[in-house]
């Protein structure tokens, strides 16, 4: 029995997007007595709508050496997979130096061995969690089928695959027979594919989550719903918790508030280079086709998917605040492509969403203590790879809170690392 568990500590955990409800299942493993708060139910937020993926394979960070070459042509297409609004570059623009510092090769190659760190075992961490559930079905088996279209041919000397290939990925180029084996409803002009296999999707992944937190629920975890409107340090080491309800008191906080996460700490006069970088899906309730995998348009940038809901197509990176109002032209850019992806697609049933990734410069999350915090963890800035990230980020960060030495070092993705 862990010591924990007879001393019942409480831990307070901001958030219940993935990363909190795993952080809160690892820590009631480890027998705490855990409180998790959030201004909604879990899972309605970015862990929502987001394309299901969860590869242990996705060590490639967003930037790569010369990438910095294709954003001009990307901002000037309309269904380019980028786009910013003009108020936002003095915030854009010291963390776009810093994201380009980081598509350095030796930088990349350390990202991606951290990134395989948190990858590697999320499915049968998943498959735990889900155990004695009911819903172990939420997770499916699938290949992620990269498709290329047009001109450009499939080259695994390519980086963003040799990534994958050092770290064992299992991956192959099929052309177009193979490919409509696996994926009947493609476009003419889809003509190969690079395959990596061994990977799994979330057929919903709001409802993955909310089934986490009603076994997390079931167990005796405590889920309450307030928004919290700031956090002050105590002279004592606690903390409290201003709330649209009632103040709280802690005495071990994880904050796990994705993009948001960043207000709170100004609260305690915390700054990281953390934006918020958002993303659209359009949901074809009614499809009329169905994939068997996560499939991704390579040139386009975004992923369909069968979901429990319909056919989703997720994607497009838009550098804007988090509360600014959605520019829903990007889910009809998305809608444009799938179709021509897709053709037997039917599209008379739509549905829009759009959603906030907490991005940091090197595309790694801030996992870990906040220096100059006592018992204030941070598990936040999963950018695009949360779904794949999180059973990892709820294992150090039960570890942590534990008081455990970790087995490698975190020191890549701790708050204050140099970005
Ligand atoms: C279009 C798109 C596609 C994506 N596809 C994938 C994918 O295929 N695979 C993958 O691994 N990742 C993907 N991602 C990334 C992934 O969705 C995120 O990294 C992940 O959902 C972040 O989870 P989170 O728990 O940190 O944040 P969230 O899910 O945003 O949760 C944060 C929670 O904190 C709560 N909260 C915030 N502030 C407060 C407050 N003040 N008081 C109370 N509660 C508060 C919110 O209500 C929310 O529930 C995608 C993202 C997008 C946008």
Redesign the pocket.
């Known amino acids: 029995m862990h010591k924990e568990k007879q001393c019942r500590n409480d831990v307070t955990i901001?958030?219940?997007?993935?990363?909190?409800v795993c952080c809160a299942l690892s820590l009631q493993e480890r027998g705490y007595a855990v409180t998790l708060?959030?201004?909604?139910k879990?899972?309605?937020?970015?862990?929502?709508?987001?394309?299901?993926?969860?590869s242990p394979w996705?060590c490639v960070p967003q930037c790569l050496p010369g990438v910095w070459k294709n954003v001009p042509g990307w901002l000037l297409d309309k269904d380019g997979p980028i786009s910013f609004r003009f108020r936002e570059l003095p915030t854009l623009l010291p963390w776009l130096w810093r994201f380009f510092a980081n598509g350095k090769p030796k930088k990349v190659n350390d990202i991606a061995d951290m990134m395989d760190r948190l990858m590697i075992d999320n499915i049968p961490a998943y498959q735990h969690h889900l155990k004695g559930t009911g819903s172990e079905n939420l997770l499916v088996d699938s290949h992620y089928v990269n498709v290329f279209r047009g001109a450009t041919k499939p080259n695994l000397n390519d980086l963003a695959w040799k990534l994958r290939c050092d770290r064992n990925a299992p991956v192959h180029i099929v052309e177009r027979p193979e490919l409509l084996e696996l994926e009947p409803a493609l476009s003419d002009d889809c003509h190969s594919a690079v395959i990596i296999e061994g990977q799994a999707r979330a057929v919903h992944?709001g409802d993955l989550c909310k089934a986490l937190a009603d076994k997390f629920s079931a167990n005796g975890g405590a889920i309450v719903r307030?928004?919290?409107?700031s956090l002050e340090a105590n002279w004592d080491g606690t903390y409290t918790l201003h709330c649209d309800t009632q103040p709280r008191q802690c005495k071990k906080m994880v904050l796990?508030?994705?993009?948001?996460?960043m207000?709170?700490l100004r609260s305690l006069g915390v700054k990281l280079p953390m934006i918020s970088e958002?993303?659209?899906?359009v949901e074809f309730a009614n499809p009329n086709v169905t994939l068997n995998n996560?499939v991704m348009d390579v040139a386009g940038k975004f992923?369909v998917s069968s979901m429990s809901s319909g056919v989703r197509t997720?994607?497009?990176t838009e550098f804007a605040a988090a509360d600014a109002p959605p520019d829903y032209a990007r889910a009809h850019s998305l809608e444009r492509l799938t179709k021509s992806l897709l053709p037997d697609l039917n599209t008379s049933e739509t549905n829009y969403w759009m959603?906030?990734?907490?991005s940091f410069p090197d595309s790694l999350p801030a996992i870990g203590s906040l220096p100059g915090f006592n018992n204030l963890f941070a598990a936040?800035g999963?950018?695009?790879?949360?779904?794949?990230?999180?059973p990892a980020t709820g294992k150090i960060i039960a570890g942590l809170v534990s008081g455990e030495a970790p087995n490698a070092s975190l020191d890549m993705i701790k708050p204050d690392r140099k970005f």
């Open positions: 901001i958030g219940a997007g993935i990363i909190g708060i959030d201004r909604s879990p899972g309605e937020a970015t862990s929502f709508g987001n394309a299901g993926v969860i996705s992944p307030a928004e919290i409107r796990a508030a994705g993009v948001w996460s207000d709170l958002r993303g659209y899906h996560s992923v997720a994607g497009t959603g906030v990734r907490p936040f999963h950018s695009h790879y949360g779904m794949g990230m999180a």
